[in-house]
């Protein structure tokens, strides 16, 4: 069980040809949340948990986000493992092609951003070695890269040279969907004089941006295949 209240203090500013975005928030974010683990019986465990919080950054959002942990025990060396849950996120990481990516806040016109995950996992304990492998399954909405034609937006004031300067994100990202689902093997040396792991995945991770691509999905630039 647990309680937080933040106040974060959000800057954006980006100069381009013929303009300028300068954006400035003041942003409230309480969290609160809470856990809780039962013993089915001597091979099942579960937890349940559950987050709520509250932004506040010109626009209110509440949101319940509920956990879910089963395990159960196959032997005492091998373990099967199922977790699912909803996960907000209220900073987007926007990519840029040349340059280090940058973050953004939700606000009145930012959504905040929505994953749903689904993990299936086994383990399994040797005497120096450990194997553990996972499947998984996410869900996105609410995901946001910059809008390519923001010249075309009205922009919220003008410099004296008549440069544009925008205040606000308004129009200056576009929003999209998207999922990813892969497989991940680890093996680790974990006794011994020589410690270490092995590990290998096989993920795809597909997006879709309105007005983009005519409307197909597309693999981003940081998808990785292996």
Do not use: C
Request: proline residues 2%.
């Amino acid at each position: 069980l647990g309680l937080e209240h933040k106040l974060i203090s959000g800057l954006f500013t980006q100069v381009f040809p013929n303009g300028l975005v300068d954006v400035d928030n003041n942003i409230k974010h309480t969290i609160s949340y809470f856990s809780a683990a039962y013993q089915v019986s001597n091979l099942f465990d579960v937890e349940l948990g559950l987050r709520a919080e509250r932004y506040d950054n010109q626009k209110k959002f509440d949101e319940l986000s509920p956990r879910f942990v089963a395990k159960y025990r196959l032997s005492s060396d091998e373990n099967l493992k199922y977790a699912t849950g909803k996960y907000v996120q209220f900073l987007h990481r926007i990519p840029r092609v040349f340059f280090t990516d940058i973050w953004t806040s939700s606000d009145v016109y930012q959504n905040a951003s929505h994953s749903i995950h689904h993990v299936l996992g086994y383990q399994k304990n040797f005497s120096d070695y450990s194997f553990e492998a996972e499947v998984y399954s996410k869900s996105y909405t609410n995901v946001y890269r910059f809008n390519k034609f923001t010249y075309r937006i009205e922009p919220d004031n003008t410099m004296e040279n008549g440069n544009a300067i925008y205040t606000t994100s308004k129009g200056l990202f576009d929003r999209g969907d998207g999922n990813s689902q892969g497989i991940e093997l680890f093996l680790r040396k974990e006794k011994g004089a020589i410690l270490g792991t092995l590990g290998y995945s096989l993920a795809e991770t597909e997006m879709k941006f309105d007005g983009i691509n005519q409307g197909k999905s597309f693999s981003p630039r940081h998808d990785r295949t292996h």
